[in-house]
């Protein structure tokens, strides 16, 4: 059989792949093309990637350590936005942009850092799901299920809780953010159904398409077939939800550690709303500016995601 | 009947989820260490008389699951065992504090789901123009809002700056207002439920604009106006009501939601409500209002869902036939 | 003198009837000054491909055009009465109750959500001021007049569990039940099956004998009105080819367009596979663009007998013998 097809020179490659490779390459620059076009998807993204911006440079950036208290030792501590502290400072006379921009950084390493371990484990127990059916699907849906109705946020606070109790006077209290890798962590695991959820939904759907049976007639394995043609036109949905799960994740870790059980270490903007809600009415910019920053991060991730899952199905407008 | 059985097995399913999730916290507050010593270790003043009654009281020196069965039995008997922190019946704190927290979170997702409703029929039936575009960026913005940010926000400006609304608790400690306690209260109410009904506005009119505009197109709705039925009519009786039908489930979500966070939403406003005491029960160890509160909570996170499905199965005619 | 017709007692008189559509493409003129009407009793066979103007013609009848869609001039007269400058309240009178309408799409054209009896009843309640029972009473008439069984059982049902078949004759039955004098049916049998198509057909046509109704059916199927119409108007792109009763259409076409369609027909006398077949004619080219719409006579750019100065400027519908009207500069 592969002798007689070897005539031409398209398909020696018997796996089939020659084929979803043009399609693959036709969705992303017609997703890419539709995205531009759409207002909110743009905008999404400026936002983004003003976070991504000051998660990546803005310790240089900074005019202050984030820890520089010389506005205190100038009794210049919680004064309004001035030429010297273009947002204020806060009651220990931290300068609040400075701290702000770094907790940009602290933002995307959680959002990015607990997204990461829930699609490692979203897809690959999705995925497996969908495609294998039957008594794993069944038993991975009440799973799901099971997630859904927990009142997640309460079990994630006493988890951390539990943690930071259990790793006092052990070996491990000595690792720099640990705190807030943990929660880092926990995120990631509370993250992981959605995402296995979608990855399940388009598992069953995509199997079921009649190229991956084109696949399967030229002879392409089942490794192949879920790794070379599935997953690649299941990315767009997926990389929806994870996107939408970042932005979640900052605003559970912000929520986590403006309850004050983050890490007291980290310089994130649920920390900075910790310290200065209390003094919200002498000064407001304090809590005001890492508010403003949490925002900005959701909303980006958020637009983002919208403008994503219309530049990959898009609404038949009349 | 179908009904019948469909609930029976709901209600088995959330027994078991339930069940499964206050074994799950039991472990995990066990599995760290004896509780005792933890006790000891965070509150040095404890006496041993403390330690000796609490150690019979929970019947600490037996294993894991009789422990845990012990607690379960109780629970059945409506004995929710008595609170550390503050000697008193768990049971009765549940009562107290779980009823100022659905003193905000009901109304929260009353109005939402009305306001929703409102607003998403406005925006649907002047699709395109800027009364629509003005109604999808406020929701797209609502959406993304952080919750108690926007409690910040509107601490600071209505009852710092306006000085209209009070900024924290639920009733007034010196002088209630116009001498009625009903509406003390109410007043207390006002900022936590609009920071509530934020993001639940926001999302649900997204979503029911989105059906509308797509149920509108339909043609039995064209086959409504045909027929001579007023606008109102056709836009209420016929459209919105196919509709509203899936914003229906996720209302179940969204109350879920609020409860699962209502420990921030009460600490922005040190409301008195389970979740402010969850919060204060975790740092202080509490071991007996931890479990009873995910009890709680999650027995009413588990109903809502329930309520909703059997909502669905009566709203939809097409559902029925399974 | 009109256009279509040579008496002036009619039912319905539309003329000069223009709709455009304006969207962000730009402008679509769907309907361009179109012109047809029909007595008391009679029916009107409105044919034509998709985008020949032919579904929004009957909307407009309704004064149900969607948006982006307006009316920008003709008259509709209608038992004498011009429906243009109607304001809502006056078209819900009409709506329904003197001029009612059968949809494409059974499937798609009733409530999911409410039963028949509720979804009927309700129009006779608003129209007719009739309580609960007697609604619920008339529509179980009405649904066994359409040929359904056990009436009153199926009051109680939803339309998912009805079949194509059966909900196309309850459309028609919601469309008779305040005895309209007009009935507009869209395509009222694609989307259904062959073997239905011919009984929904025959009811209408029992149907309209015995209520005197008159009909406008709208189709793209020649082969649905040569049983049903009296008279029969072709249209194309926006505007009227010709306009004939339907013998002459059948017999004696004059339009290049109606010829050509007629010649798409499949017959059965003839042998369309195997030694010295004939293939299935087709009408070369496409439908036009709207918003750009071909220069003069909008079929010419498909016509086998266009000329130069079909190009050049739109024919008028002009009779070239009694009853028989064309749009053509050749004939």
Not at chain 2, 15 to 35: A, E, R, S
Not at chain 3, 179 to 202: H, K, M
């Amino acid at each position: 059989m592969r002798k007689m097809t070897s005539a031409n020179e398209n398909t020696q490659d018997f796996s089939g792949s020659s084929l979803p490779r043009q399609r693959r390459h036709g969705m992303w620059r017609l997703g890419w093309q539709r995205f531009k076009r759409n207002k909110t998807g743009i905008l999404g993204l400026s936002l983004v990637s003003v976070v991504f911006f000051f998660g990546i440079f803005g310790p240089s950036l900074a005019p202050y350590a984030p820890d520089d208290q010389t506005a205190m030792l100038e009794y210049r501590s919680k004064s309004p936005p001035s030429w010297k502290n273009l947002l204020g400072t806060d009651r220990m006379g931290y300068d609040i942009a400075s701290r702000v921009m770094y907790g940009a950084r602290t933002a995307l390493l959680v959002g990015v850092g607990s997204m990461l371990v829930a699609s490692i484990f979203g897809i690959l127990i999705g995925g497996f799901s969908g495609f294998a059916g039957g008594m794993s699907d069944e038993l991975l849906m009440r799973f799901t299920e099971f997630f859904l109705v927990i009142p997640v946020f309460v079990v994630i606070l006493v988890m951390v809780r539990i943690f930071g109790i259990a790793v006092v006077g052990t070996v491990f209290e000595k690792i720099p953010y640990l705190n807030l890798s943990c929660i880092v962590i926990i995120l990631g695991v509370f993250g992981w159904p959605p995402i296995a959820r979608i990855g399940r939904a388009e598992f069953l759907k995509l199997k079921e398409m009649e190229f991956v049976e084109a696949a399967r007639c030229l002879g392409a394995g089942r490794m192949n077939i879920i790794f070379r043609h599935i997953l690649p036109n299941a990315l767009p949905s997926l990389i929806v939800i994870i996107a939408l799960g970042v932005g979640q994740s900052i605003l559970l870790e912000a929520m986590i550690s403006f309850l004050g059980f983050g890490d007291p270490k980290a310089i994130s903007w649920g920390q900075l709303l910790f310290f200065n809600y209390e003094f919200l009415k002498i000064a407001p910019w304090a809590s005001i500016a890492p508010g403003m920053g949490i925002f900005i991060a959701v909303l980006g991730f958020n637009l983002l995601a919208d403008g994503l899952t219309d530049a990959f199905n898009p609404r038949l407008k009349e | 009947m179908g009904i019948a059985r469909f609930i029976i097995r709901r209600l088995i399913f959330m027994v078991f989820l339930v069940v499964g999730v206050t074994i799950i916290i039991f472990f995990m507050i066990n599995v760290i260490g004896d509780p005792i010593e933890l006790l000891m270790a965070e509150r040095p003043g404890i006496t041993q008389e403390v330690i000796d009654n609490i150690k019979s009281y929970y019947h600490l020196d037996r294993s894991f699951a009789e422990q845990y069965l012990y607690w379960l039995w109780n629970v059945l008997h409506l004995d929710f065992g008595l609170s550390i922190t503050y000697n008193l019946p768990v049971g009765g704190m549940l009562i107290s504090w779980g009823w100022e927290t659905v003193k905000i979170q009901v109304p929260a997702i009353l109005i939402s789901f009305l306001l929703s409703i409102v607003l998403a029929v406005t925006a649907a039936t002047r699709q395109y123009t800027k009364t629509d575009f003005t109604v999808m960026s406020s929701a797209l913005l609502g959406r993304s809002m952080p919750g108690f940010f926007l409690g910040i926000l509107l601490i600071l400006i209505f009852s710092y700056w306006l000085g209209i609304f009070p900024s924290y608790g639920a009733h007034s400690t010196r002088n209630m207002l116009m001498n009625s306690a009903l509406l003390d209260s109410l007043w207390h109410m006002v900022l936590p439920v609009m920071m509530l009904s934020c993001f639940n506005t926001a999302t649900l009119t997204l979503l029911i604009r989105s059906n509308m505009v797509d149920v509108l197109r339909q043609d039995f709705i064209i086959a409504a106006r045909a027929s001579g039925l007023k606008n109102s009519r056709v836009v209420y009786g016929h459209a919105l009501k196919n509709a509203i039908i899936p914003a229906l489930t996720y209302l179940a979500i969204l109350f879920g939601l609020m409860l699962g966070t209502a420990p921030v939403t009460e600490t922005v406003f040190s409301w008195p409500g389970l979740g402010f005491l969850y919060i204060s029960a975790i740092q202080q160890l509490d071991y007996p209002v931890i479990m009873g509160e995910t009890l709680i909570i999650t027995l009413m996170l588990v109903m809502a869902n329930l309520l909703t499905d059997i909502a669905y199965v009566f709203i939809d005619p097409r559902i029925r036939l399974e | 003198m009109t256009a279509t017709t040579t008496q002036t007692d009619l039912l319905l008189h539309v003329t000069g009837l223009q709709i455009h559509f304006f969207t962000g493409a730009g402008i679509v003129k769907a309907v361009d000054r179109v012109d047809f009407g029909l007595k008391p009793g009679e029916t009107l066979g409105l044919v034509g491909e998709s985008g020949s103007g032919k579904t929004i013609s009957s909307l407009a009848l309704l004064k149900l055009i969607p948006r982006p869609g307006k009316i920008l001039a003709g008259r509709i007269i209608f038992e004498n009465e011009d429906l243009i400058p109607k304001k809502e309240s006056e078209m819900i009178k009409v709506r329904g109750k003197k001029i009612a309408m059968v949809f494409q799409n059974p499937a798609f054209s009733l409530n999911p959500i409410y039963s028949i009896g509720e979804q009927l009843g309700e129009i006779l309640m608003w129209h007719e001021k009739l309580n609960k029972k007697e609604a619920n009473e008339k529509t179980a008439e009405f649904l066994n007049l359409v040929g359904i069984t056990d009436p009153v059982g199926r009051l109680k049902q939803f339309p998912h569990e009805l079949s194509g078949g059966m909900k196309q004759r309850v459309c028609i039955a919601r469309a008779l039940l305040c005895n309209p004098s007009l009935v507009l049916a869209d395509e009222p049998t694609t989307n259904l099956d062959v073997t239905i198509q011919a009984q929904i057909l025959e009811l209408l046509s029992s149907l309209k004998k015995r209520f005197n109704m008159a009909m406008i059916l709208v189709t793209h199927d020649l082969g649905v009105v040569a049983n049903m119409a009296d008279r029969i108007t072709v249209m194309y792109a926006g505007r009227i080819c010709e306009s004939a009763t339907a013998k002459i259409i059948f017999e004696n076409p004059a339009h290049p367009y109606t010829m050509a369609l007629l010649q798409t027909i499949p017959r059965v006398d003839k042998s369309y596979t195997g030694l010295g077949a004939k293939r299935l004619t087709v009408v070369p080219g496409r439908i036009p663009n709207l918003i750009h719409p071909p220069s003069g006579c909008r079929f010419h750019p498909r016509c086998s007998e266009a000329e130069k100065g079909c190009s050049q400027a739109i024919p008028d519908l002009k009779a070239i013998e009694d009853g028989h009207f064309v749009s053509c500069w050749r004939r």
